[in-house]
């Protein structure tokens, strides 16, 4: 999870965002990360969306800004309803960085995307930051900017750059600055996600890897990301091995079992199973709809012999990534 270094204090030397309220509504996907081998590169964003309605107002009262925060679904007994929440933290801190002070802000954040399972929930919560400070900042930010800003507070491009424009990409960090190319997905491709009712933090999760690898395991490993591509947008019969990972899954193991032999099993049965982002979500990539059928019903007998509990369902691939909308009336 990122961290928003959320601090408002001296901000009164800042400048006023906003002249008059504004409102509006933010739609931001799930996304699944690494897809096997293309670890902290690869993501592809998944229709099942956070969405968070804003209020936004010029500041009432001297001092620090009036913040107001419902959360509905997904974490709703345990995030913060203060300054204090993921998306207004960094919302602040960008304004912040862009001359800016918090004006009065009330969220209503309706949360569907679960939360450390795998499927980008912090990505899609620095996006939904990013959409919002942009919408409030005269004149926005260019699109290189959203690239660079969430890119840089969530650490790794692989899930944030899907959450921000959708669909698939890869994407790379040059020195300090981040990049990244669109995958224009085969029209076949299919998207599977088996749900455990357990959390993986991803932090955990990238705090297990080792620091350094052999350079034959870097070398296969570049073979197969370099064929997911080719697999992705070409040639989806290559799935099966495009998805096989040296970088992450097996060196993550130990942090969830049950999901390797999810796995494990799907993959023996054919199926181009891989661990969703940092865990515990399941992904299979199917190439049409009776493929992605079979693996869901596999996904469903597997987990149903289970001790967890765990959810099959088919998402369709988003092409929208985080989207901004005048507030329904
Ligand atoms: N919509 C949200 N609003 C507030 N905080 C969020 C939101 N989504 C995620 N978070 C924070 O990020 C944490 C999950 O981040 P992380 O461990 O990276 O898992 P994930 O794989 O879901 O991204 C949550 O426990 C919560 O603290
Ligand atoms: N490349 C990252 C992806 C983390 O994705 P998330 O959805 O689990 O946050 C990693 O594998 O650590």
């Known amino acids: 999870m990122p961290s928003p270094a959320a601090s408002q204090s001296s901000d009164e030397a800042l400048a006023e965002v906003l002249a008059e309220p504004v409102s509006f509504r933010v739609t931001v996907p ?57 998306i207004v933290a960094l919302v602040g801190r960008i304004l912040r960085e862009h001359g800016h002070r918090l004006p009065d802000l009330t969220l209503q954040a309706h949360n569907r995307i679960p939360h450390s399972r795998g499927l980008g929930s912090s990505a899609a919560a620095v996006a939904c930051a990013v959409a919002i400070a942009s919408h409030l900042i005269p004149g926005g930010l260019s699109s290189d900017e959203q690239l660079q800003i969430g890119s840089r507070i969530e650490g790794h491009p692989d899930n944030y750059v899907p959450a921000l424009r959708g669909g698939a990409a890869v994407s790379w960090q040059q020195g300090d600055r981040f990049d990244t190319a669109p995958l224009m997905l085969d029209e076949q491709i299919r998207a599977v996600v088996s749900v455990p009712d357990f959390q993986q933090s991803t932090a955990a999760a990238r705090g297990s890897l ?106 369709p691939i988003s092409t929208a990534g985080v989207t901004v909308d005048p507030y329904p009336r």
């Open 30 to 86: 799930a996304t699944s990360a690494n897809l096997g081998p293309g670890y902290d590169c690869m993501g592809v964003a998944l229709e099942l969306f956070d969405v968070v309605d804003v209020s936004a107002r010029p500041r009432a009262a001297a001092g620090r800004a009036q913040v107001k925060v419902e959360v509905h679904g997904e974490a709703a007994d345990s995030l913060p309803r203060d300054e204090t929440h993921l």
């Open 210 to 315: 080792p620091k350094t690898v052999a350079h034959h395991v870097a070398a296969a490993n570049s073979a197969r990301a370099a064929l997911l591509v080719h697999a992705l947008t070409a040639d989806p019969a290559r799935l099966f091995d495009a998805t096989e990972d040296r970088l992450h899954q097996e060196q993550r193991r130990a942090q969830f079992p049950a999901s390797m032999a999810l796995v494990d099993a799907l993959r023996a049965a054919g199926h181009a199973a891989v661990i969703s982002g940092a865990g515990p979500t399941v992904l299979v990539l199917a190439a049409g709809d009776e493929a992605a059928d079979i693996a869901a019903d596999q996904m469903r007998r597997c987990g149903g012999l289970a001790e967890e509990r765990w959810m099959a369902m088919r998402l």
